[in-house]
């Protein structure tokens, strides 16, 4: 028996640790968001001097508040647990079409009515309807051309990549990177087999699928996804699993993957051999998994390399970014990565920053490793593209030249 008559209050007793003001203004976040979204257009499109005759101010103000109610419980039907495909598509659509009119009704509306200010152009009505008819025809002329990047195949981005410790009979191997398809509500059916028809132009000798195949499980998005298999490559197709396999049955995708021909590296690697040098292609589950809750899944990279020469190359994928720290703890050469979009819609791209340590492009970390970070074959949600095209990326891996 224990005596407790001097013990400690326990720590659940202990008073907890005072938050500071951004952890408490994240928590409210999902409810501050859709509001300053709405209203804040709102009010700079019709409550700023414009003096719109009352019928035009009472049905803008309506339709900004139907927005704000719409777009919540749509976007809640759609990725919630009744997943209803048309419910979705119009909730993404208002998130988007919100955060351009919001942004540029900031970014654009001020500077504009002090520029037309200091230059004395007409009155203050006339200088805010201005205003007014400027941004939302910059934010329809975005929308427009926004919808069209994200809904055409990707073009094909072009590099060359020095790896130091790449052997000369693979100088020049041909590596074609695309992520983030993210198969969803809007069918891309025909949209996925003519991405699969440009990768197979590329004539690459390894291709890789960084994550993120669906938003939705295997059996829903099949016919979406199934083009992946008429995917060709003269040694592998190599798949790692994305955060937003974790939120639609995981192991379902991972499983279709190899039934479509891909090799699923679940903290695995293979070897690739050429000219008579090797270069190992690893992979890792996204940083997510664990805490999905699925046995088995985890981002292990011990477990990747197991086995491996020290002395080999090695190539990693990882989805995110983020990863690249350990990656570059533990001496990988070249890290592909997705997950970001390259913010999608800008400028979203700040943001991103805030979570990742890259956001489009190659980068190097450490003294050897080299990260490179696609901006995404498809899209998420919002069904819209604005400055962050998407890509199909084709990296030829080069050997270091020695001198003749």
């Not at 590099?159 to 100088?171: F, N, W």
């Not at 664990?290 to 080999?312: K, N, T």
């Not at 190359?313 to 995110?320: E, I, N, T």
Request: aromatic share 8%; proline share 6%.
């Amino acid at each position: 028996m224990t005596d407790t008559s001097n013990t400690r209050p326990a720590d659940s007793e202990a008073p907890a640790p005072r938050q500071s003001w951004l952890h408490r203004v994240m928590r409210y976040l999902p409810l501050i968001a859709p509001v300053l979204l709405w209203a804040v257009p709102c009010w700079m499109l019709l409550y700023t001097g414009q003096h719109w005759p009352p019928l035009v101010t009472v049905a803008g103000t309506a339709l900004f508040v139907l927005g704000l109610v719409v777009m919540p419980l749509a976007m809640a039907r759609g990725h919630g647990r009744r997943q209803q495909d048309g419910a979705a598509i119009l909730g993404d659509s208002l998130l988007g079409s919100s955060w351009v009119l919001f942004t540029w009704s900031l970014l654009l509306g001020i500077p504009l009515r002090l520029a037309l200010t200091m230059a004395g152009v007409g009155d203050g009505q006339d200088r805010a309807r201005l205003v007014t008819w400027a941004v939302l025809v910059t934010a329809a002329a975005l929308l427009g051309w926004g919808y069209a990047e994200a809904r055409r195949v990707p073009r094909v981005r072009r590099l060359d990549v020095q790896l130091p410790r790449l052997g000369a009979g693979l100088d020049g191997l041909r590596v074609a990177l695309i992520t983030d398809t993210h198969y969803g509500p809007l069918d891309r059916a025909r949209w996925s087999e003519r991405v699969c028809e440009t990768v197979n132009s590329l004539e690459a000798d390894l291709v890789c699928h960084t994550g993120d195949i669906a938003d939705g499980t295997a059996e829903r998005r099949r016919a979406q996804a199934t083009p992946l298999g008429t995917v060709r490559a003269a040694h592998a197709r190599v798949y790692v699993t994305g955060n937003h396999e974790y939120y639609s049955e995981a192991q379902g995708w991972v499983d279709l993957m190899d039934e479509l021909g891909w090799e699923p590296l679940r903290n695995r690697h293979v070897l690739l051999e050429r000219g008579g040098d090797t270069l190992v292609v690893a992979g890792v589950d996204d940083v997510t998994a664990e805490s999905s809750g699925l046995p088995g899944h985890r981002a292990h990279l011990d477990g990747a390399l197991e086995g491996v020469d020290p002395e080999l190359p090695v190539l990693l994928l990882a989805h995110q970014p983020k990863f690249v720290g350990r990656a570059a703890a533990g001496g990988i050469d070249l890290q592909l990565s997705g997950h970001t979009h390259g913010g999608q819609i800008w400028p979203f791209h700040y943001l991103v920053r805030l979570d990742q340590p890259a956001l489009a492009g190659l980068t190097r970390h450490g003294e050897r490793t080299l990260l490179y970070t696609s901006r995404g074959t498809g899209f998420w949600g919002p069904p819209f593209r604005v400055f962050a095209p998407s890509e199909i990326t084709l990296l030829v891996l080069r050997a270091p030249h020695t001198s003749p």
